[in-house]
C-alpha cells in the first residue's frame, strides 16, 4: 500500500470527498482511498513518534519491529473507522432540517466542519 508523504493537500482531499458524497458517487459508510490513506499516513506518522523514518527503532525505545508492524495496522484501522463515520455524519447532511435537498454550497458549508 502506498503512503501519502505530508505534501498531500489533505484540505483537497477533504472537498473532493465532500463532492462524491453530494454526487453520490461516495455513499454514507463507503471510504475514499485517497482520503483514508493520507489519514492513516498521517496517524502512523504520529506512531512513529521515536522511531527513526525507516521505521527501526531509535535510541531509548524498546519496541520490536512486530509491535511497530502491529501499531501499524492499528492506525490504518483507526483510519478506516474515522472516515467511516465521518462520511455517515456528512451524507446525513445532504439533507436540511426539513428533508429539502441543500444545494452543494450549503452542503459543502454544513460538512466542512466535520
Do not use: C, H, W
Not at 19 to 31: E, N, R
Not at 62 to 85: D, H, I, P, R
Request: overall charge positive; aromatic content about 8%; hydrophobic content about 35%.
Amino acid at each position: 500500500m502506498r503512503l501519502y508523504s505530508a505534501a498531500v493537500n489533505i484540505d483537497k482531499l477533504i472537498e473532493a470527498s465532500i463532492s462524491k458524497i453530494y454526487k453520490k458517487k461516495l455513499q454514507a459508510g463507503d471510504i475514499d482511498a485517497d482520503l483514508f490513506r493520507a489519514n492513516a499516513t498521517k496517524i502512523y506518522e504520529g506512531v512513529k513518534v521515536g522511531y527513526r523514518k525507516d521505521g527501526v527503532q531509535g535510541p531509548g525505545t524498546n519496541l520490536s519491529n512486530e509491535t511497530l508492524n502491529k501499531l501499524k495496522v492499528n492506525s490504518y484501522t483507526a483510519a478506516a473507522f474515522k472516515q467511516y463515520k465521518n462520511n455517515e455524519e456528512i451524507a446525513s447532511l445532504l439533507t436540511d432540517e426539513n428533508g429539502k435537498q441543500r444545494s452543494f454550497a450549503e452542503f459543502k458549508k454544513a460538512a466542512k466542519p466535520l
